[in-house]
């Protein structure tokens, strides 16, 4: 996948997630992971993220999702905390 491939495919699911998914997803799902394939719009939701990964893949063995970790800006965080 181009550069700019990647960068349209993070966009529609990202969308999709902003669009159709927030609303339905933070109320109950808070802090899960949720994998998004944005060709069909499905997602796959687990409590790590090998869990929603692992979903999707299942259903959709030879396409790529995009996974999120719903209520937060990034899935994952890495750094260290100042003192």
Known sequence: M????TTD???RAENLYEVKLRSILEPKHL???VAIEPESG???LGQTLSEA???ARR??????THTMRV???AALH??????
């Open 2 to 5: 181009s550069d700019s491939e």
């Open 9 to 11: 495919f993070i966009a």
């Open 31 to 33: 802090h899960e992971f």
């Open 42 to 44: 499905d997602y796959f």
């Open 53 to 55: 990964v692992g979903a």
């Open 59 to 64: 259903s959709y063995p030879d396409r790529i």
């Open 71 to 73: 209520g937060h800006a």
């Open 78 to 83: 890495f750094g260290m905390q100042l003192q």
